[in-house]
């Protein structure tokens, strides 16, 4: 099931909400939720509900185990098994044959390479439950010894297929108590209502242009058509998964949760570490906080430490060596601003560091693109005009110029909703001393999403496909 989705908008969440609303009781509401979140996830892959309850399971059980052997320190091990088993799993089920691949390619040996199909959100509720040991471990939060709970935020539908990567200490408290008002309502209500609106207004617009050109052998795409259809790429990944961010934490806020936010207007960045504090920030944290200042061979090693943070984020994102080369890719940018230090980034011109965060980030969204090494070769040729100089590819297209002009007003709405001037403008309304601009604020939001909604629904008729970018990974 998918959130944009005429038959998830308008019969499974109210079907939730009603019968959410109608328990009495946190408990009762705990399990309204995991039920519709055990249909949710099962929908559309009835036989990987066993992983995920298998994973709660094990995870709940290591917690309960660290708990009551920490004065032994026994514990560790009881870490250590849970991470390693969580880690096979997913290695079994995601990078498989991918390392079979490789290894044939590496010995020539001819192995058998297994073609298991991915386990929607497997990348997502492993890390969640990782961190959730680890901080049991740490103490950081306390052991949950009630079972139904921890299956609760591990398999909480708004979070569970494409994050954000929800830490348990975010919703220790609330598992176990919290409450619902009008506000959570109607700001939740709107929130979802704006990601619907990245997605299917915005994201799905922006893939059909993609798709065109990149869709395609690029051997013969232009220079400028290369550059145009990147950075076009690189709006709609940020739709598409800030949109499916927004959905999760809008749901989350009705529901009584309240996630962390995981975008923050990354295109407004000035550098690329700037950026990785704005973009996917659940993962970045994450990577933060439990990998990158662990001791290597017993010592803090930063930069091998660095070197490790980005090739696991690349290859968390999928198994294909474009994955891992975009890692390592923004991993040597982050390197470079450390090794000059912030004393002398700031010195450089506002306009200097916008132009040369973006050309970083939109280059490495077309690394990020391309699975097959080959084309992504013809795309660094093209990009870098060597296609053009050569003769291999033209310099200017007239299709691209024509793609352009169609669809100029889609891309400046999306560029314009990627940096923060809406939030700005509903700023200047909602937090304004004066009764009148608020309630034109609140008035104007409300029709607005009320449109959009209608917009969205339309869009979704006889609509095929519209899964999120980020479910695959």
């Keep these: 099931m998918v959130f944009a989705d005429l038959f998830f908008i308008y019969i499974f969440l109210p079907l939730c909400f009603i019968c959410y609303f109608m328990a009495k009781t946190l408990p009762a509401k705990n399990v309204v939720l995991i039920v519709f979140s055990l249909i949710f996830y099962a929908w559309g892959e009835p036989l ?27 514990a560790r091990l ?85 994050g954000p990567i929800v830490r348990y200490s975010v919703v220790e408290d609330e598992i176990e108590s919290r409450s619902v008002n ?33 869709g395609k052998d690029i051997s013969t795409l232009s220079f400028l058509g290369t550059w145009y259809t990147v950075i076009v790429y690189s709006l709609y990944v940020y739709f598409d998964f800030s949109g499916y961010s927004d959905i999760a934490i809008g749901l989350g806020r009705i529901f009584g949760f309240h996630f962390d936010e995981n975008f923050t207007h990354p295109f407004a960045c000035k550098t690329i570490a700037e950026f990785w504090q704005r973009w996917h920030i659940s993962l970045g944290s994450f990577f933060r906080d439990y990998l990158l200042y662990v001791p290597i061979f ?11 943070v980005w090739f696991c984020t690349g290859v968390w994102h999928g198994a294909a060596w474009n994955y891992i080369l975009w890692g390592l890719y923004f991993g040597c940018f982050i390197f ?32 990020f693109y391309f699975e097959d090494l080959s084309q992504l070769g013809l795309f660094f040729r093209n990009i870098f005009g060597l296609g053009a100089i050569t003769g291999a590819a033209p310099f200017f297209d007239p299709i691209t110029w024509a793609s352009f002009q169609n669809n100029l007003f889609l891309i400046a709405v999306s560029i314009v909703c990627s940096l923060p001037v809406l939030p700005k403008i509903k700023s200047f309304f909602l937090d304004s001393p004066s009764d009148s601009l608020y309630i034109a604020g609140r008035a104007g939001s409300l029709i607005a999403c009320m449109g959009l909604l209608a917009l969205v629904s339309i869009l979704l008729v006889d609509a095929t496909n519209n899964v999120f970018l980020y479910w695959r990974f």
């Design 298 to 308: 017993g010592k803090n090693r930063k930069y091998l430490s660095l070197f490790l």
């Design 336 to 367: 470079f601003e450390q090794k000059l230090g912030k004393k002398r980034i700031k010195k450089w011109p506002l306009w200097w560091k916008h132009i040369y965060s973006k050309l970083v980030i939109i280059i490495g969204f077309g690394i």
């Design 78 to 162: 009881f870490v250590a098994l849970g991470i390693i088993i969580d880690i096979a799993l997913l290695v079994v089920f995601k990078y498989s044959g991918f390392l079979v691949e490789n290894l044939n390619g590496l010995t020539g040996l001819a192995l058998p390479v297994p073609k298991m199909r991915l386990p929607i959100g497997i990348s997502f509720f492993t890390f969640q439950a990782i961190s959730y040991i680890l901080d049991c471990y740490w103490e950081t939060v306390k052991v949950q010894r009630r079972y139904s709970r921890f299956l609760l935020y591990l398999s909480l539908f708004p979070q569970l297929i494409a």
């Design 48 to 74: 990987w509900i066993i992983l995920l309850v298998f994973s709660s399971f094990l995870n709940w059980s290591i917690g309960i185990l660290i708990g009551k052997n920490r004065a032994t320190g026994r």
């Design 182 to 214: 009008a506000t959570d309502l109607c700001e939740g209500a709107l929130r979802v209502i704006v990601g619907l609106s990245k997605k299917v207004i915005l994201a799905n617009n922006l893939w059909v242009i993609v798709d065109s050109f990149f």
